[in-house]
């Protein structure tokens, strides 16, 4: 089975920076995935990671520790436009299907 | 624009009535995946297609439910005899093999 944790709430203030933990258990680890998602929209994919490190796409970042189970997404720069929700998703490919598994999303709000 | 897309994008139906959603995935992809999300979790698998071929469904899927994808292109997914659970947002996601998925806007489901 699969087992995604991140927090429910964070709330960040316009300029700052944002650190959004994710740790997962899971059978067949195929890359994690971050996405960004307004409410009442659908998610947009933000960054993948499949190898540990860091990758980096301009404000975001994303770093990943298999050995770990971890990965946090850096947001910098923070603007209001931010506030979303963001989606951990962990790819298994134990079925051979290229599933994700999503945890229950980071709300972040962005304040003045 | 040459994203997902997905019709209706509301739907209300009373208890009981029959749904069909429909989703267009980028056209290149070969890849098509339905999952399902409630307000404040994340997005929950429900089945994808590799071309036209459904290879995997979730548990979560109902004997209620059925998705067809007959010529590799668009998909269909019927809820029969809906029920008030199945109040929910339908998304829809492409990709070309393991890369990235795409999501749609999804289709936001109110069972009276």
């Known amino acids: 089975g699969q087992n995604i944790d991140q927090p429910t709430e964070m709330t960040a203030t316009e300029g700052a920076i944002v650190q959004i933990n994710c740790t997962y258990q899971?059978?067949?680890?195929?890359?994690l995935f971050w996405y960004q998602q307004h409410a009442g929209e659908a998610p947009t994919f933000l960054s993948y990671?499949?190898?540990?490190g860091l990758e980096e796409k301009g404000r975001f970042s994303s770093f990943l520790s298999r050995s770990k189970g971890y990965s946090y997404l850096l947001l910098k720069e923070l603007q209001m436009k931010d506030s979303a929700s963001y989606l951990c998703?962990?790819?298994?490919?134990?079925?051979?299907?290229?599933?994700?598994?999503f945890g229950t999303g980071t709300r972040l709000t962005v304040i003045p | 624009d040459t994203g997902v897309s997905q019709n209706p994008r509301h739907k209300i139906t009373k208890r009981g009535q029959n749904v069909t959603f429909r989703c267009d995935p980028i056209?290149?992809?070969?890849?098509l995946y339905w999952y399902r999300q409630t307000l404040g979790q994340g997005p929950e698998f429900l089945t994808y297609?590799?071309?036209?071929?459904?290879?995997?469904k979730s548990r979560l899927l109902s004997d209620r439910f059925s998705a067809e994808r007959p010529k590799g292109s668009f998909s269909t997914l019927e809820i029969q005899r809906t029920e008030q659970g199945d109040s929910a947002m339908y998304l829809c996601?492409?990709?070309?093999?393991?890369?990235?998925?795409?999501f749609g806007p999804g289709t936001r489901l109110t069972v009276l």
């Open positions: 996601a492409s990709s070309l093999g393991l890369r990235t998925q795409y």
């Open positions: 899971t059978s067949g680890f195929n890359g």
């Open positions: 990671n499949v190898l540990d």
């Open positions: 998703a962990v790819r298994d490919d134990q079925t051979g299907a290229n599933n994700l598994f």
């Open positions: 056209s290149e992809h070969n890849r």
């Open positions: 297609f590799q071309n036209e071929a459904q290879l995997e």
